[in-house]
């Protein structure tokens, strides 16, 4: 199983990106790694910056 992902401000200039491989039966496990991964990757600032506005 390939799963990719990606975390984009609102106006796209800043896009985090990946993707994470394993068997199917591992695939929460895929999950959390690929999204642990963008959000380290400065995905969290994005989707701060996108859920704390007014």
């Known amino acids: 199983m390939t799963l990719?992902?990606?975390i984009?401000?609102?106006d796209?200039?800043?896009l985090i990106q990946g993707f994470?491989?394993?068997?199917?039966?591992d695939a929460k496990k895929?999950?959390?790694?690929l999204a642990e991964r963008l959000l380290s990757q400065g995905g969290?600032?994005?989707?701060?910056e996108i859920?704390?506005?007014p």
């Open 4 to 6: 990719r992902g990606l």
């Open 8 to 10: 984009a401000s609102v």
């Open 12 to 14: 796209g200039h800043r």
């Open 20 to 25: 994470s491989e394993g068997p199917v039966g």
């Open 30 to 33: 895929i999950g959390a790694t």
């Open 44 to 48: 969290r600032e994005i989707l701060k």
């Open 51 to 53: 859920y704390e506005k």
